[in-house]
C-alpha cells in the first residue's frame, strides 16, 4: 500500500486556469506538508497542516490555497497558474513526535506541473 | 532566512568511498536530515542527526558537528544504484516542523 499518495502524478495546462492537486496519507500522521521542487531541485516548503490546523504558511502567493478536510488529506488549490509555478509538487507527512524528539517525513511520488 | 550549503556535483567510482559535506547557518537547530533522491523520484530518508557525532546505517553514515555547522553524508562501497541527488535539511524550529533543505549534491557513480 502507497504511504503518502498525489493525483494527478502529471498535469499540462493553460496560463490562468485553477487546478487543484490531492494527497493522502495512510500512516496515520498528525502532520502534513506541501513542498515545490524548482527546475533547480530546490526543495521549499510551502504549507504544513497539523490536525487540519495549518501551522506553516511560508511567502507564498495567495493563489495557492491548501484545504485539509481531514488529517489524512492535504489538498493544493492553485488558481490563475503562471509558467512560473511550473515544478514538481510534493506532499509529505509525518508524526507528531514525542516531546524532545524529533520525526521524520515521508513524501509522496510528486505532480509534475507544467504550465504553458 | 537559513542558508544550507552542499557541493552540487560529485563523482565517485563502483566500490569507492564519497563524502559529501553540508555546512548551515540556521536560526537555530533541531536536527539535521539527510535524503536520498533518484531522478524523477520522491526523497526518501536516509539519516538524522541532532547530536554532535557519527550515526551509522549499514554502508551510509552521517556525522554532525553542532559548534561547527557542519554535517557529512558518507557513502561506502558505492553501487550503481547510489547514483543519486543527497539532499542536507535542517530543522530550525523547536514548534514547527519545518525542514529547510539544502540544493542538493548529485552523485553520479562510474563503473
Known amino acids: 500500500d502507497t504511504a503518502v499518495s498525489q493525483t494527478p502524478k502529471y498535469l499540462v495546462t493553460q496560463m490562468g486556469n485553477d487546478k487543484s492537486i490531492k494527497c493522502e496519507q495512510n500512516l496515520g500522521h498528525d502532520t502534513m506538508y506541501w513542498y515545490k521542487q524548482d527546475s533547480k531541485k530546490f526543495l521549499k516548503i510551502m504549507f504544513s497542516y497539523n490536525n487540519k490546523e495549518l501551522i506553516i504558511n511560508e511567502t507564498v502567493p495567495n493563489r495557492f490555497s491548501p484545504k485539509s478536510p481531514d488529517k489524512a488529506h492535504l489538498n493544493l488549490h492553485i488558481n490563475s497558474l503562471e509558467l512560473g509555478d511550473s515544478a514538481v509538487y510534493f506532499c509529505?507527512?509525518?508524526?507528531?513526535?514525542?516531546?524532545?524528539?524529533?520525526?521524520?517525513?515521508?513524501f509522496g511520488p510528486g505532480t509534475r506541473l507544467l504550465v504553458l | 532566512g537559513q542558508n544550507i550549503d552542499q557541493p552540487t556535483e560529485m563523482t565517485a567510482t563502483e566500490g569507492a568511498i564519497v563524502q559529501i559535506n553540508c555546512t548551515y547557518q540556521?536560526?537555530?537547530?533541531?536536527?539535521l536530515f539527510w535524503y536520498q533522491q533518484h531522478a524523477g523520484e520522491a526523497p526518501t530518508f536516509l539519516s538524522y542527526n541532532v547530536l554532535d557525532g557519527l550515526e551509522e546505517k549499514g554502508r551510509f553514515s552521517s556525522f554532525l558537528s553542532r559548534s561547527k555547522g557542519y554535517s557529512y553524508l558518507l557513502l561506502k562501497e558505492l553501487q550503481m544504484k547510489d547514483s543519486a541527488s543527497y539532499l542536507c535539511a535542517v530543522r530550525a524550529g523547536s514548534n514547527d516542523y519545518k525542514l529547510s533543505f539544502g540544493a542538493g549534491t548529485t552523485v553520479t557513480v562510474r563503473a
Open positions: 509529505a507527512s509525518s508524526q507528531d513526535p514525542p516531546s524532545g524528539n524529533v520525526e521524520t517525513q515521508y
Open positions: 540556521t536560526s537555530g537547530f533541531n536536527g
